[in-house]
């Protein structure tokens, strides 16, 4: 997925506002964490003990529309605005951290917790590498 | 819609977090902005004059996407969480914010962009409604 | 939220390939859908028997996501391609007779199911009419 | 991504219905083409010749909604319905398929839309492949 990221960006018509390597990284970031947390979510209903995981699915499943609607708002390069994209990119660092938080509490019993809260942390990090360029950017 | 929304949230097995007035309100509006929205970046296209609304149709998307995330995450009750909920009603407050005053720009020659910009100030509205009873809610 | 519909439609700055009234239905019966199976997979999860309630909540899911991705698909005036349309209302057609199918198991314990179940029962009706438009429209 | 998806498959707690390889190409390539018919769809509101490229941008989007979808009922495990994989998957291949056409239409002037058919191709591969191993796994 990255390399077809990266390519799409390279055949971008104008300039990219943010720099592509930093782009393609919370794109593609955005959709794996998507994805886990679906899985994990699903996972968490196919475990024995589903009725303790109930809180985890339901957070996971906020984080995985919270990460699709991110990537596909940092993919529309035409008509970027700062003000969208930093108020899209703050939600989504909080709800990777929220939904990272509750997977870690349950990391040390299910390898998808587990696997889940690391691509959660990662996708914050991004979030926030993109925050901080954000600020700089726009000189805020 | 709003009539379901209500219902099922009368059949929800346990207490809301909010009242169920004000959930409904936010969720239907959310789903109603989302899909006018989604409709006004579509008519944008429509139109003969479509390269000079192209931004509008972005941040129109940008919109529905967020809406939609939005009325999913206000309608999941189990293991709800007030900074998730926080997060995401504010970046769909800033992201109806934005698309509303785009559509505005447009709404004396396109009625599309009107009745979008109707829609997206509306769902605006009833955001900061919830994160005002959010801040009482827990006492910040 | 139909009121909002039947606006954006007649604001549309062309003809549409299908009769207003009956897109309408169908886009705004797929938003109801889409809210009501995702309330119903929340209360599923909410419910103190909820590992009775996993596959009723998973299939709720999947018609949600496949009935949002019918709602916009039909909002979508420009570039209407009928193979597209059909093949979408078909899939969102099975989708909501499958959950309608599981939740109708429990209306009888959970008033939610029995919501949920008379929704997607109605918007599958409204699928095959649209299908039955089609078939007619291109005189296959 | 692909490394994730299959460590999510491997942690689910239960068996998987189709092979945990051909699930992880089903789930990541509707991801990525999701993600580069988001991209194409952009890209084609972006060029200068932006209403020429209208009908592309708008069956590019219907790609990319239906197959996120399509990804997320595949990532679903618990509750497997062979109906409902079956009617999203083939509505998900004629998606791409259509898309692509499009796409190929403009690809020797536009790269993105060369390298968004590539992957709209590739999509429509694997989903043709997952519903041969549905017809020999319910034997109809």
Same mark, same amino acid.
């Given at each position: ?12 018509? +104008?300039?990219? /506002? #943010?720099?592509?390597?930093? #782009?393609?990284?919370?794109?593609? $970031? %955005? ?6 947390? $679906? ?48 108020? /899209? ?17 349950? +990391? !040390?019993? !299910?390898? !998808? %917790?587990? /696997?889940?809260?690391?691509? %959660? ?9 993109? #925050?901080?360029? #954000?600020?700089?950017?726009?000189? $805020?």
């Amino acid at each position: 997925m990255t390399t077809t990221t990266m390519a799409m960006l390279d055949a971008y018509p +104008a300039d990219t /506002v #943010l720099d592509k390597q930093l #782009l393609t990284r919370i794109i593609s $970031t %955005c959709g794996e964490c998507a994805q886990a947390s $679906t899985a994990c979510a699903d996972a968490d209903m196919g475990e024995k003990m589903a009725a303790d995981l109930v809180k985890c699915a339901q957070l996971n499943l906020d984080c995985a529309d919270m990460c699709e609607t991110t990537a596909r708002v940092l993919t529309r390069q035409t008509g970027y605005d700062y003000d969208m994209i930093r108020a /899209v990119v703050q939600a989504c660092a909080q709800a990777c951290h929220i939904s990272a938080a509750e997977c870690d509490r349950h +990391a !040390h019993m !299910h390898e !998808h %917790c587990k /696997v889940c809260a690391e691509v %959660c942390h990662r996708c914050e990090n991004v979030c926030n590498d993109v #925050l901080a360029k #954000l600020r700089h950017a726009d000189g $805020t």
